[in-house]
């Protein structure tokens, strides 16, 4: 038996094998992606995530705006009980409609906004990440003290506290973190020693399904191979 299940491992590869034949073409658009990406200021960043959050609106308005009106239609008091049972039917259908249409645009949407993630890791690493204020970087200031407002500027430390511990940032994806990355977001399970990035490899497609609109905590955590992950606060938040 045993030789047998050699013998097909050698003929069709084994599944890890499979999975990593997969995964390396959407590596590959990960990096060509990064390529461009890595080149933008951080406004210029910052705007390239909104366009990620648009095509992935646009891809389920109308049945989220659809959505709305069943919500209206079923709080209706002058609505009848029979047609409000035909309104939760469509109202479930369209939920999962709206989920499937949000998996299928987010592996559209996953080079670019793993390429965003890995280009913010690399400013980080530089130093400071600086960039024009908004709304939620003033709001955000007032509470955290690795953000400040200067001049109209909203100035990103990478230095903040974690654990009780002081952490500065110095991590930046490599090819294994983004296979990982890619593994997760796709339901599969991600292997991965201590010392090979498990928490850097979150940041990943806790980024790509939070640009869906359904938030991911900044204190959420994820469990891979045993090991808990604490997802880094400042590079989820930047780009809020």
């Known amino acids: ?19 990593l034949k997969q995964i390396k073409p959407i590596l590959a658009n ?31 308005a109308a049945d989220s705006a659809r959505r709305e009106e069943l919500k209206r239609l079923l709080e209706d008091v002058n609505v009848s009980t029979k047609e409000k049972e035909g309104y939760a039917s469509e109202d479930d259908s369209l939920k999962k409609k709206i989920n499937e249409d949000i998996e299928q645009v987010l592996n ?3 080079p670019t906004a793993f390429a965003i993630m890995k280009s913010t890791a690399r400013r980080f690493a530089e130093g400071e990440v600086s960039a024009t204020a908004t709304e939620f970087d003033k709001a955000l200031s007032a509470r955290c003290d690795y953000v400040a407002i200067d001049n ?38 991600a292997e991965m020693a201590t010392g090979e990035g498990k928490t850097l490899v979150a940041t990943l497609p806790v980024f790509l399904n939070a ?11 994820c469990r891979v191979d045993g090991a808990a992950l604490s997802v880094p606060r400042p590079l989820c938040r930047l780009h809020r």
């Open 211 to 221: 640009l869906a609109g359904k938030g991911v905590p900044c204190k959420a955590r």
């Open 30 to 60: 990960v990096l060509k992606e990064y390529e461009r990406v890595n080149t933008l200021s951080n406004d210029e960043l910052r705007a390239e995530t909104e366009k990620v959050k648009q095509i992935i609106k646009e891809k389920i």
């Open 152 to 189: 109209g500027q909203a100035v990103w430390k990478n230095s903040w506290m974690a654990g009780g511990n002081m952490i500065t940032w110095n991590m930046v994806h490599y090819d294994v973190q983004l296979i990982g990355g890619i593994a997760m977001h796709q339901g599969k399970i």
């Open 1 to 19: 038996m045993g030789s047998f299940l050699s013998l097909l491992k050698r003929v069709f590869g084994s599944k890890e094998d499979r999975d």
């Open 108 to 110: 559209q949407v996953l």
